[in-house]
């Protein structure tokens, strides 16, 4: 019997050390990766673990609900979000968990707008951080979850703060 229970300690405990993602990226669908990539590289280039799947809130609920129990159980800090069209995928997410939740919204055919409002305009109670359209807000949200993370591991904040500061050597002081 306690053989038996020191057995599955011993596999959580393995499982715990192979999943501890700080980061979860969804997106509704695959269409959505040649945006969302731009996200996962930039998690990449700060050697943030993070784990990138396709979950749909409409077409993919039980995968929802399935990664979010696995985000917690595992420790997942941040989620990152991003869908197109009636976009209630980070909505969704952030009704299920208390993980901090961030929403990129997709091109679409009404070029984003209706992605970024179903994003951002959440009533008050269950919020999502809502970053820009596209390629910027897929950067961004990598960004600002490595933000949020610095607070809490100083060597991301070192190499946040060192990304920072390459901004002023990279932008030339004159136009021409
Ligand atoms: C959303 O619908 C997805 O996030 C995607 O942006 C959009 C179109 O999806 P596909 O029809 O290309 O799969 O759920």
């Known amino acids: 019997m306690l053989f038996k229970k020191q057995k599955e300690e011993l596999k959580e405990k393995r499982m715990k050390k192979r999943n ?101 305009q959440m009533p008050a109670g269950v919020p999502v951080a809502t970053l820009a359209i596209g390629k910027a807000g897929a950067i961004n949200s990598a960004l600002f979850a490595i933000a949020i993370l610095s607070r809490k591991y100083p060597n991301i904040l070192k190499k946040l703060q060192t990304y920072r500061n390459q901004f002023e050597k990279k932008v030339p002081k004159t136009p021409y």
């Open 20 to 120: 501890n993602n700080l980061v979860g990226v969804i997106m509704g669908s695959k269409s959505d990766w040649d945006v969302m990539k731009n996200c996962c590289e930039t998690l990449k280039s700060f050697q943030i673990k993070y784990n990138v799947r396709v979950i749909s809130a409409h077409r993919t609920p039980k995968r929802l609900e399935k990664f979010i129990k696995e985000s917690e159980k595992n420790g997942t800090e941040v989620i990152i979000a991003a869908a197109g069209g009636a976009a209630h995928l980070a909505g969704v997410t952030a009704a299920l968990t208390t993980i901090p939740v961030l929403g990129v919204p997709m091109q679409s055919v009404l070029k984003g707008i209706d992605s970024l409002l179903s994003t951002a």
